[in-house]
């Protein structure tokens, strides 16, 4: 039995080697003759450190991460192949990266390379303890916080998707999603002048706010022209400790009340933090580097929420669409500094579908399709052989009916919303839920603020609804930059997870799954007449496909929210729609694994 040092280390590895695959090197495909038989592998020349590195390819994917085991290297003179510890083929790949560039820059890029390496291994010890801590699966299915906490490996296109700098192994206890901690919220009262705030609700910002303390609130003097800040307890002891927010304290202009109300729990962002009986979710800045960036709450975004939830109400959408849904972020609350764009106290309320007993069968996607620990199943696999034993049908007509569903709630409606109206979603797998209570796909949710995208081509009929949209910066892109966007989040992130995920599982032949997913694009593509319609060509047609590079920007230190050149972190790859045995393979022609 692996402990969980060794699975950390296996998933450490395979989430660098994907990304290295894809961004660095993609390797040739060799035999290796090792104990027990020759297995496949990929192979990389590393030419700096005049050595060859072979890493054995356990499960291979058209569209997904692949799955690795062994790893061999040998030098390019030596005819012997010695087995490597996983950690130390990692360091070797890490140190591969920084000898392919200019020397003049060494010092710098040493530094970035140890930056990385910290990063990589904070992220693989969080993954082992998060493997011993992790929850035994639902008896009677999953709910929606259990999927959130759930998520022990992280982002597989990540190369450190555990890092989290800036909080502490005694505050992950109480803060980190995968443990399960509780805690309370503190609060601050501030005079209302010194209050910005906005809802697209008819109730206020502040008097939600209020109904967040519960019963509390009748403990907490509050004069007729205070009104309460909710702060994550990371946040609130960042706060107290800047200069700023410490003068206003000492002119008494805001007071630190502490901790209060009903306990919340961390949702799979951290920052966006649950509560069972609570009818909304909020979400925080946070001291915090998680992967890529240090996570703020932008004043254009709390803005944006406020003017999507406008639009999404104004175009009638509820009513347009069953089978999806928008989590609305329609108010924001924040203190205002003078001379600051952001005080840090940014919060943003997000609607909670889930309280008072809702959210059993949600499932974020990133979930549905992550890898399972040892001996267990994912949950995905787990949701398909559960259908086709209750119904009677094949493993593999359940699986097509299946994926045929996901596609229906998950896919249609967000290129649909796209083609009338010029609306595109940052629909990534975390950002992603499904109603799975039955078993298949009925409807899917979209969240998050920071992800919408309007398209220029629709600006005039956008503006008519709400025309703050104008006002807002980054709100508005051009059609080509959404296409390549889109492609990446709702087509590479999520799509392809599913079916990946169904291909390592042995529930149906990826190339059928990804015929299947042409057949899809192609009747949207006839019966869709505008942005909708030019996006799923792009996507069927393009040889290649956008893909984030996570790597490239953790090589280079970058944090992609205060990044300039939003655009390099997006790089081409080959559009596995395209791949010959997509295109060639014959429908019947599929591998079942009992």
């Not at 082992?128 to 009677?140: C, K, M, Q, T, V």
Request: glycine share 8%.
């Amino acid at each position: 039995m692996q402990s969980s040092r060794q699975i950390a280390e296996i998933a450490t590895f395979q989430s660098f080697a994907n990304c290295y695959l894809r961004e660095v090197n993609p390797g040739i495909r060799a035999m290796h003759r090792a104990a027990g038989g020759a297995v496949d592998c990929v192979e990389w020349s590393l030419p700096r450190q005049q050595m060859i590195l072979r890493a054995e390819v356990t499960s291979p994917s058209l569209c997904g991460p692949h799955h690795f085991g062994r790893v061999w290297g040998r030098g390019v003179s030596d005819a012997t192949w010695r087995q490597i510890e996983l950690i130390s083929a990692l360091h070797i790949l890490v140190h591969e990266c920084y000898r392919q560039v200019d020397e003049a820059k060494a010092d710098v890029l040493r530094g970035f390379e140890l930056e990385l390496l910290m990063r990589v291994l904070e992220s693989y010890q969080q993954t082992a303890l998060y493997i011993d801590r992790a929850a035994p699966e639902p008896a009677d299915g999953d709910h929606f916080i259990e999927a959130e906490q759930s998520l022990v490996f992280g982002h597989w296109q990540h190369p450190t998707p555990k890092s989290r700098q800036g909080m502490t192994y005694w505050q992950q206890e109480s803060y980190a999603p995968e443990l399960g901690g509780q805690f309370k919220l503190n609060y601050f009262a501030a005079k209302r002048g010194d209050i910005r705030h906005d809802c697209a609700r008819a109730v206020a910002a502040p008097e939600i706010v209020r109904s967040l303390v519960g019963p509390d609130a009748n403990g907490i003097a509050l004069g007729d022209d205070d009104y309460l800040l909710p702060m994550h307890p990371l946040q609130a002891e960042a706060l107290l400790l800047d200069p700023d927010i410490r003068g206003m304290l000492g002119e008494g202009r805001l007071r630190h009340l502490g901790p209060a109300g009903p306990a919340f729990t961390a949702t799979s962002s951290v920052r966006t933090v649950y509560g069972a009986d609570a009818g909304w979710m909020l979400k925080f800045s946070l001291p915090v580097r998680i992967t890529n960036s240090v996570r703020l709450n932008r004043r254009q975004e709390l803005e944006a929420g406020v003017a999507m939830a406008k639009l999404i109400d104004r175009i009638g959408f509820a009513e347009r669409s069953r089978n999806f849904r928008i989590i609305q972020d329609p108010a924001y609350i924040t203190l205002e500094l003078p001379g600051r764009s952001e005080s840090g106290f940014e919060v943003i309320l997000r609607e909670n579908p889930f309280a008072d007993g809702g959210g059993r069968g949600v499932v974020t996607v990133a979930a549905l399709t992550a890898d399972p620990l040892p001996g267990l199943v994912s949950r995905l696999e787990r949701l398909v052989r559960t259908v086709a034993a209750r119904t009677g049908e094949s493993l593999l007509d359940a699986t097509h009916l299946w994926f045929r569903r996901y596609l229906d709630c998950a896919v249609e409606p967000l290129i649909r919303l796209y083609d009338d109206y010029g609306i595109a979603l940052e629909a990534h797998q975390q950002n992603s839920l499904l109603d799975v209570g039955t078993g298949y796909p009925s409807v899917s949710y979209y969240r998050d603020n920071q992800g919408f995208y309007l398209s220029e081509r629709y600006r005039s009929l956008i503006a008519g609804h709400v025309p703050e949209t104008q006002t807002i910066a980054s709100l508005y892109f051009a059609e080509s930059e959404i296409r390549d966007r889109f492609a990446y989040y709702l087509i590479v992130n999520q799509v392809f997870s599913v079916i990946s995920r169904m291909g390592h599982d042995g529930l149906c032949d990826e190339s059928l799954l990804l015929r299947e997913l042409r057949a899809h694009l192609e009747r949207y593509a006839t019966r869709m007449s505008g942005a909708g319609r030019d996006f799923a060509r792009h996507v069927l047609d393009m040889p290649t496909i956008v893909s984030k590079a996570n790597l490239t920007t953790r090589l280079y230190d970058v944090d992609e929210l205060q990044s300039s050149n939003a655009p390099s972190l997006y790089r081409p790859v080959p559009n596995p729609l395209r791949a010959p045995a997509v295109l060639t393979a014959p429908r019947t022609d599929h591998a079942i694994a009992s």
